[in-house]
């Protein structure tokens, strides 16, 4: 389960551009990505945390039961750990990230809502 960043940290606070996740660039050092870190593999590399992290997100949602939660459903997070998710998240992964999904039959879809189906 992702913890929920104290009032101080909000300013720092960073989304994983695969699952949108929002972290304290520090959670995502220590125990990385708690969805995709197989993928990602941010734990313990802060070059690794701010390629696949990103401070343009719009929107936090806390999500406590995801497999029963329809704004989770429509989010694209129903599968994944409790914790706090951008509404959407500017960027993209990185390339070595989209070729590893590619590999693993998994259709890469950008969280910033431009492929909306």
């Given at each position: 389960m992702a913890s929920i960043p104290s009032q101080g940290k909000y300013k720092s606070l960073r989304a994983c551009l695969l699952c949108s996740i929002v972290?304290?660039?520090t959670d995502f050092k220590k125990n990385g990505c708690p969805n995709c870190e197989e993928i990602m593999q941010m734990k313990g590399s802060t070059d690794r945390i701010?390629?696949?992290t990103t401070t343009y997100?719009?929107?936090i949602?806390?999500?406590i039961d995801p497999e029963s939660s329809?704004?989770?459903r429509w989010q694209r997070t129903?599968?994944?750990v409790r914790g706090m998710y951008a509404v959407r998240v500017k960027?993209?992964?990185p390339d070595d990230v989209e070729v590893e999904l590619e590999n693993r039959g998994i259709k890469y879809r950008s969280r910033?809502?431009?492929d909306q189906d």
């Open positions: 972290q304290h660039p701010s390629v696949c997100f719009d929107g949602i806390a999500v329809w704004v989770a129903s599968k994944y960027g993209r992964v910033d809502q431009t």
